[in-house]
Each structure stands twice: as C-alpha cells, then as structure tokens.
C-alpha cells in the first residue's frame, strides 16, 4: 500500500480506531475495537503486512508510515 487511494474505508477507520487507542491486536494479528472483534478478521494481518501498525500482542499502534497516511486523507 502506498497511497491512501490504496486504502478501503473500512482500513482509514481501522487506522482512526489504533491512533485512537481504541484498539487491540492479538499474536497472530487479530485485531479487536472497543474489545469486540473486527468484523474483518484480516484487517489486522493486511494492515501489519503493509506496514501501517505494529504487529505483535497488545496495544495496536500505528507506524510512522501509519500515521503519515492517516494524516493525509
């Protein structure tokens, strides 16, 4: 992903939703908001894979790259 056209809706909410700290992502990169699962299961994986928020267990965070993205739609 390297543009924000690159992004769906639903991945620009997801990134407000981490640079809000409202959202969590398991070991395998599940990602949960507010506690709840992502109805998309593989938001996480996709956005980790492309380098927008840091895979790993607890808090997702957005990267850099995360964060200028989200800064310019």
Excluded: K
Excluded at 10 to 24: E, F, H, P, W
Excluded at 48 to 65: M, N, S, Y
């Amino acid at each position: 992903m390297s543009t924000t056209t690159d992004l769906s809706h639903r991945d620009r909410a997801v990134l407000r939703a981490v640079a809000a700290g409202r959202c969590t992502i398991s070991a395998i990169g599940v990602l949960a908001v507010d506690g709840l699962g992502c109805c998309d299961q593989f938001v996480g994986r996709r956005l980790a894979a492309a380098g927008l928020i840091a895979a790993g267990p607890g808090q997702a965070r957005l990267t850099d790259t995360g964060r200028a993205l989200i800064q310019a739609a």
